[in-house]
């Protein structure tokens, strides 16, 4: 379980990021964080596994105040959160299995890894993870030789060969076409449902945060204005949350099918 | 054509103006001093031109004698080869720290790498050569010392440009994924990297051939000294053998070395 | 060596890298090294030694070098001036005269595919000759001084200075030569209308940075008597007077990072 307490954070420069959020995240969940561009939403899921750190607040992962970790418990922690990127932000020179073993880069010693000795079950893992996001025939194609869409697969297999109890994805479907996108969406959303992994997505599509989300939760101005689950959310609700009426750009149109 | 039908009004140049003058007065001084404190009367020679192209590159394949040092000289070119290869595999692995430590995104002292790096390429490599010379004694093993340090100047800075040009972005991914800092640099930064280290490391080879075929000159191994020596003594046939040695063989380094380089990057 | 048990050898392993590309890069690593000791046995200079050998040069810089003759700084500094003097005009000449050149060894401009490649071959020659060299065979041409230098720099900074020319000549963009060429501009008006502006901040650079290499080889020079700093570095090697020489190195030093430091501003303005 994910708890923020009065959770706030001022960047350097005195833009405030995220202004006394209060949330509880529990497991299993499938959460769609939503909000305009500079809401926070970016802040608010890399305050979890400390990419960018709250200068405020108490932040509770499985009951410890992770902001008070040091770096050794820190690297502890996030072994257990796998993260996505919107720019997939795989290595481009490697090959796509060695890309997805990098998850196991935690759990391995700093030795083994200089020589590249991972574990048998480490690489039946990564093998293991490639197949489950339908990708398994590229590992050992270099990763910049595939395509927007298998490459954030790629990601999600290099997230979920670490095991993780959670999955952060930060505009994981924003580089990507629309098909592409549902495709991406419906592989976190199944393996959401199939390992129990906690997933806090950060999208700006309204049409797709409804159709995959359990909860929604929303931003402005580093605040959260709305949390709740997916049924009660109407238009009217991102009307509030992005302070302006419903555009066509806000919406990704749907999957072709 | 009247001024008066001129509608566009000159921008205001006069600073422009100030600066080309100025720019224009320096190259006058710089010319003017070159061209009178330079000493560049023509002193002639015994021979002509077209005597000595003749005895360079001509006399040679029709001299008995000459022909039969070719395999001596391909020694010489041997060992300045190895010198050079010696030295540039050595710079290239130790230019890897110095360009981690230079450059921006690595380095938080990196105006110091940046510093050490500049200092060593300010040295002209011969200053080098003298200086292991001198304390090691002549030979090949000098050559390589010289070239070695002389070498990690360029590569240490061309890498240092590589690494800031590098994808930070894969390096947070790793550390969202709890990898420590060492496995950050080397999943993240090395295989980035790799590629075009060693396309600097060929191209510093090709340099480094050129330099050692001169170190020799002041007793640091290679076809230097014999190349020197031979020309000192006017023995051109033997110039002129040396040099074709030397320009076949840095011709072929060269096309190789731009073949492997295409194919790397 | 002990056998595999029967259990774990029907467990195929993932290879992380497959056989095929691991075997090449092996192979390559292999070949790298074998030079590498090759190398290192024709030199006598094993991983080891060239470790052994930075103390001995550095307690040689301290205890030979150190104090430097600061009495003989006049000395070094008219042959300093004479230096880049030598290198100045080497690289002036060479700049003028690697334009041309350079269009003829440009693709995109040059049509006449013999005189072309003959041009490249030309320049792939100068190239590969090292400028003491160059200056030993002008030294037998017109005597020794500082006209032989100038000259073998001009040929050695030709060669680089006509290769990086043209290769920029033929990255320009070539719309604005195709409209020229279609208003019917000839060749000298492609060049003078079309390239040249885009050339023209490349060229300076390209001049200096070869200047900044012309000042270091000019310092070679001397050795043969083609005047410059090298000159009385070599006679003051031949008298072991380590605390001229230390003067020399430390001069040159510092005269090749001011010219390298206003070369590089000027430089990372025009770019």
């Known amino acids: 379980m994910i708890e923020f307490r009065n959770v706030s954070l001022t960047y350097p420069n005195g833009h405030q990021g995220l202004k006394n959020v209060n949330v509880k995240i529990n497991p299993g969940e499938f959460i769609v964080v939503v909000g305009l561009s500079g809401a926070g939403k970016s802040t608010f899921i890399r305050s979890i596994n400390q990419l960018v750190k709250p200068t405020d607040g108490e932040l509770i992962i499985d009951g410890k105040n992770t902001l008070k970790y040091k770096e050794r418990e820190l690297k502890e922690m996030r072994k257990n959160i796998g993260m996505i990127f919107q720019n997939y932000n795989l290595v481009n020179r490697m090959s796509v299995l060695r890309n997805v073993l990098t998850g196991r880069l935690g759990h391995t010693s700093t030795i083994r890894s200089l020589f590249g000795l991972f574990s048998q079950e480490d690489k039946e893992l990564a093998m293991n993870s490639l197949s489950r996001v339908n990708i398994s025939e590229k590992a050992y194609t270099r990763a910049d030789q595939l395509s927007g869409g298998q490459q954030q697969r790629v990601s999600i297999a290099r997230a979920l060969t ?17 098909p592409t996108s549902h495709i991406v969406m419906k592989d976190l959303k199944r393996i959401n449902r199939e390992d129990g992994i906690t997933t806090i997505i950060n999208l700006h599509f309204i049409d797709m945060a409804m159709e995959y989300a359990d909860r929604i939760i929303g931003m402005r101005a580093g605040e959260i204005v709305f949390d709740g689950p997916v049924s009660t959310v109407t238009e009217k609700t991102f009307e509030q949350i992005y302070g302006r009426p419903i555009k066509e750009d806000d919406l990704r149109g749907s999957d072709d099918e | 054509m009247s001024k008066a039908n001129h509608p566009l009004h000159k921008p205001n140049n006069t600073k422009l103006k100030m600066q080309y003058a100025l720019i224009g007065l320096i190259m006058f001084v710089l010319y003017y001093i070159a061209l009178t404190m330079t000493d560049l009367t023509y002193r002639g020679s015994s021979l002509s031109p077209g005597t000595v192209f003749k005895r360079l590159f001509w006399d040679p394949f029709f001299n008995p004698d000459i022909q039969a040092k070719v395999p001596t000289y391909i020694g010489y070119m041997v060992e300045t080869l190895a010198i050079a290869y010696a030295g540039t595999l050595i710079a290239a692995i130790l230019a890897v720290p110095f360009g981690f430590l230079a450059a921006r995104n690595t380095s938080r002292v990196h105006h110091v790498g940046k510093g050490i790096l500049n200092g060593i390429r300010a040295f002209p490599e011969i200053m080098f050569a003298i200086i292991f010379v001198a304390s090691v004694g002549m030979g090949p093993y000098a050559g390589v010392l010289a070239i070695g340090i002389n070498s990690i100047g360029m590569l240490g800075k061309l890498y240092a440009e590589v690494i800031e040009s590098i994808d930070m972005k894969v390096l947070e991914a790793l550390k969202a994924g709890g990898a420590n800092r060492l496995q950050t640099i080397w999943y993240g930064v090395i295989p980035q990297v790799i590629p075009e280290f060693s396309s600097y490391a060929i191209y510093r080879f090709e340099i480094d051939v050129r330099s050692s075929t001169i170190l020799g000159i002041v007793g640091a191994g290679g076809i230097g000294a014999p190349l020197i020596i031979a020309s000192m003594q006017r023995n051109w046939e033997a110039v002129g053998m040396m040099l074709i040695v030397i320009i076949v063989v840095v011709t072929i380094i060269d096309i190789f070395s731009a073949q492997i380089r295409k194919r790397i990057v | 060596m002990a056998k595999v048990p029967e259990s774990k050898k029907t467990i195929a392993t993932i290879p992380i890298v497959p056989i095929r590309a691991k075997i090449v890069m092996s192979n390559i690593l292999f070949v790298v090294l074998a030079f590498y000791f090759l190398s290192a046995y024709v030199t006598q200079a094993y991983p080891n030694r060239f470790i052994q050998g930075l103390p001995i040069a550095l307690e040689f810089v301290y205890k030979d070098l150190f104090p430097p003759n600061w009495g003989y700084t006049n000395k070094v500094l008219s042959s300093l001036v004479e230096t880049w003097n030598i290198a100045l005009l080497a690289t002036t000449l060479a700049a003028i005269f690697a334009l041309p050149l350079s269009f003829l060894a440009s693709s995109n401009i040059n049509k006449n595919a013999v005189l072309y490649q003959f041009i490249r071959f030309f320049l792939n020659i100068i190239r590969t000759i090292p400028e003491l060299i160059l200056a030993v065979v002008l030294i037998a041409f017109i005597g020794l001084g500082a006209l032989a230098g100038v000259g073998a720099l001009f ?24 409209a020229i060429r279609a208003t019917g501009g000839n060749v000298i008006q492609v060049i003078w209308y079309g390239v040249m502006p885009q050339l ?10 070869v200047l900044e290499i012309n000042v270091r080889a000019s310092v070679v020079l001397g050795f043969v008597g083609a005047g410059g700093i090298g000159l009385i570095l070599k006679h003051q090697l031949a008298l072991f007077n380590f605390a001229n020489v230390s003067t020399i190195v430390l001069m040159t030093f510092f005269a090749v990072t001011i010219i390298d430091f206003i070369s590089n501003r000027v430089r990372e303005r025009l770019v």
């Open chain 3, 155 to 178: 040929i050695f900074s030709l060669g680089i200075l006509a290769k990086l020319i043209s290769e920029t000549i033929e990255a320009i963009d070539p719309n604005p030569l195709e």
């Open chain 1, 162 to 178: 670490q095991q993780p109890k959670y999955i952060l994805a930060d505009e994981p479907v924003a580089s990507l076409d629309p």
């Open chain 3, 200 to 209: 023209l901040p490349h060229y300076t650079s390209y001049s200096l940075y």
